[in-house]
Nanobody, 129 residues
Framework: QLQLVESGGGLVTPGGSLRLSCAAS????????IGWFRQAPGKERVGGSG????????VYADSVKGRFTISRDNAKKMVYLQMNSLKPEDTAIYHC??????????????????????WGQGTQVTVSS
């Protein structure tokens, strides 16, 4: 059973940066695609970024494109989300999720919460002055 644990959240002022980490407990992370999702109070969970298992290709929602960068280190079984130029509307609980997809999943697949079976508990990110 794959378990995921997020860390790195916190309070940051607008324009600031945070780096989230997602640690996986598995024999190997090599076969899993990873997505970062966020859920703001009173809103549904939405996808922000994803990274495939095979080629490490990345996808981003328009809302974070150019500001967030997802990366992975399979040897350490870690996935990261570097968030720059943070805005108050980025405030949310951030979750990482993992699943195995056949072939190279589409951007739509990697950003869809219902495509993932394994989830972490989340880490709170608050952007406020």
């Amino acid at each position: 059973q794959l378990q995921l644990v997020e860390s790195g959240g916190g309070l940051v002022t607008p324009g600031g940066s945070l780096r989230l980490s997602c640690a996986a407990s598995a024999l190997t992370l090599d076969y899993y695609a990873i997505g970062w999702f966020r859920q703001a109070p009173g809103k549904e969970r939405v996808g922000g970024s994803g990274i495939s298992s095979s080629y490490g290709s990345t996808v981003y929602a328009d809302s974070v494109k150019g500001r967030f960068t997802i990366s992975r280190d399979n040897a350490k079984k870690m996935v990261y989300l570097q968030m720059n130029s943070l805005k108050p509307e980025d405030t949310a609980i951030y979750h990482c999720a993992a699943d195995v997809f056949r072939g190279d999943p589409t951007a739509q697949t990697m950003c869809a919460p219902y495509e993932y079976d394994y989830w972490g508990q989340g880490t709170q990110v608050t952007v406020s002055s």
